[in-house]
């Protein structure tokens, strides 16, 4: 499984952004997808998560009611939807894949929220 994610940049606070995780190879073994973010000098933390249905999705209390995570099947893509972003939200975020009990990344981008 490969994954490729996209939609990072910089954004005041207050603003939104969409981040994308396009999946390829062995996606029909996926059985969740999620993003994970890290901040400089700090642990790798999840943020959402969604089952490979897309009928159950989970958040980090830290991003809930302001994030949302959704994936298109057909598209083997999944978003996270960063709206009211804080300074705190700062990091490089990861797209994360469970396959077969194995975690998949992707390289990351960076997402920088100005105050």
């Known amino acids: 499984v490969q994954l490729v994610e996209s939609g990072g940049g910089l954004v005041q606070a207050g603003g939104s952004l969409r981040l994308s995780c396009a999946a390829s190879g062995s996606t029909f073994s996926i059985t969740a997808l999620g993003w994970y973010r890290q901040a400089p000098g700090k642990q790798r933390e999840l943020v959402a998560v969604?089952?490979?249905?897309?009928?159950?999705?989970n958040y980090a209390a830290s991003v809930k009611g302001r994030f949302t995570i959704s994936r298109d099947t057909a598209k083997n893509t999944m978003y996270l939807q960063m709206n009211s972003l804080k300074p705190e939200d700062t990091a490089v975020y990861y797209c994360n894949a469970v396959a077969l009990l194995e975690n998949y990344w992707g390289q990351g981008t960076q997402v920088t929220v100005s105050s």
């Open positions: 969604i089952t490979s249905g897309g009928g159950s999705t």
